[in-house]
């Protein structure tokens, strides 16, 4: 779970991983800069529960690594994503996509044309081979089985904690939200729409072509005014645009928070104040650091790119050289600038 607002989570729950200065492949990194996986992978995402990692091999095939990084399955596969609660794992072949165990084995045949990761009730979104232009998405059981028959243009990467994922409508186009079971929890009717969060409100993009924010009853809870919303933290705030294209945080009453006098707030990994109570922002200059909950600098704005604190003390922020290292929460580095580009992994929710 990702950590609580008071800034105290282990920054241990945060996967870093980082491709080494001029060379092309990836390695997992300590928070002092050190390597705990030596590079050598075309890509290496965080460890699941079980204990493996999807991964890219140099011929740039997918399987699994083990935290000591040999291969638990070999790769053979041309792409794959990461374990799941259920222990299922999307793997694609040049014949479609299934699920496979921790063994590499098929649970669940490569029949799909795109699937995506089990929630944790053990359900995932998919779409069949078919001759259709764009074959419409259901939901499956982690036996393959339809649990929600095809119907919807688009669905949600996965389920949340409410059971709820965003769907679009294929006949009018238009989004809301579906339960587990097929039902229309909030009725298609915006012209897009972002997840809940913890605060129970979700971005939405109304028929004016401007952001609000909606509850779970589908009501507009925050009335569309914005030129662009970000998902809420569990704190209730929200990184927001003006119509002049200047960026702020509002709460969960729509009122600013924090003025909009920058070029960007919070980025697309989080909410504002996700955690250790600093947001990511932009000054005009288009320079990254962090702001307090005032709106003043905490860290001073002079980074090329900056990822969320996450709940930890740390992070990672791109000089103006273009190389990664570790930053603290007072914009200090306990790890110089030395990696050509890093990823990090917030904990999977729940």
């Not at 529960?49 to 091999?57: E, W």
């Not at 939200?177 to 809940?196: C, I, N, Q, S, Y």
């Not at 504002?272 to 702001?291: N, Q, V």
């Amino acid at each position: 779970m990702i950590a609580a607002e008071d800034g105290s989570g282990d920054a241990g729950d945060v996967f870093l991983a980082a491709r080494g200065a001029g060379g092309p492949l990836w390695g997992q990194a300590g928070w002092d800069g050190e390597w705990i996986l030596r590079p050598g992978w075309r890509l290496l995402c965080r460890f699941a529960p079980n204990g493996l990692a999807a991964a890219r091999s140099r011929d740039g095939l997918f399987g699994f690594v083990a935290r000591d990084g040999s291969w638990a399955v070999e790769p053979r596969f041309r792409n794959a994503g990461s374990f799941s609660a259920v222990g299922l794992a999307a793997a694609e072949t040049p014949d479609g996509t299934g699920f496979v165990d921790s063994s590499g084995a098929w649970a669940v045949e490569p029949r799909f044309l795109e699937a995506r990761p089990f929630s944790a009730s053990g359900l995932a979104p998919a779409r069949e081979i078919s001759d259709a232009l764009s074959p419409l998405w259901g939901v499956v059981d982690a036996k393959g089985a339809w649990r929600v028959r095809p119907g919807f243009a688009e669905l949600a990467f996965h389920y949340d904690s409410r059971g709820l994922a965003a769907a679009r409508d294929p006949g009018t186009g238009l989004a809301g939200f579906l339960t587990e079971e097929g039902v229309w929890a909030v009725p298609p009717k915006f012209l897009d729409l972002g997840p809940f969060a913890g605060a129970g409100l979700a971005p939405a993009r109304a028929g004016n072509g401007l952001w609000g924010a909606v509850d779970l009853s589908g009501g507009w809870a925050v009335k569309p005014s914005f030129a662009g919303l970000r998902p809420f933290s569990a704190s209730g705030l929200a990184g927001a645009r003006d119509p002049s294209g200047h960026w702020g945080v509002v709460g969960p009453d729509g009122r600013w928070a924090v003025l909009p006098t920058f070029a960007n707030v919070g980025g697309a990994f989080s909410g504002p104040f996700a955690g250790g109570g600093l947001a990511p922002a932009s000054s005009g200059e288009g320079l990254w650091g962090f702001i307090d909950r005032e709106g003043r600098w905490a860290v001073e704005p002079v980074f090329a790119a900056v990822y969320p604190f996450f709940g930890t003390g740390v992070t990672a922020a791109m000089d103006r050289d273009g190389l990664w290292g570790v930053l603290d929460g007072a914009g200090g580095w306990t790890a110089m600038p030395g990696f050509a580009e890093v990823a990090l992994f917030p904990p999977p929710a729940g």
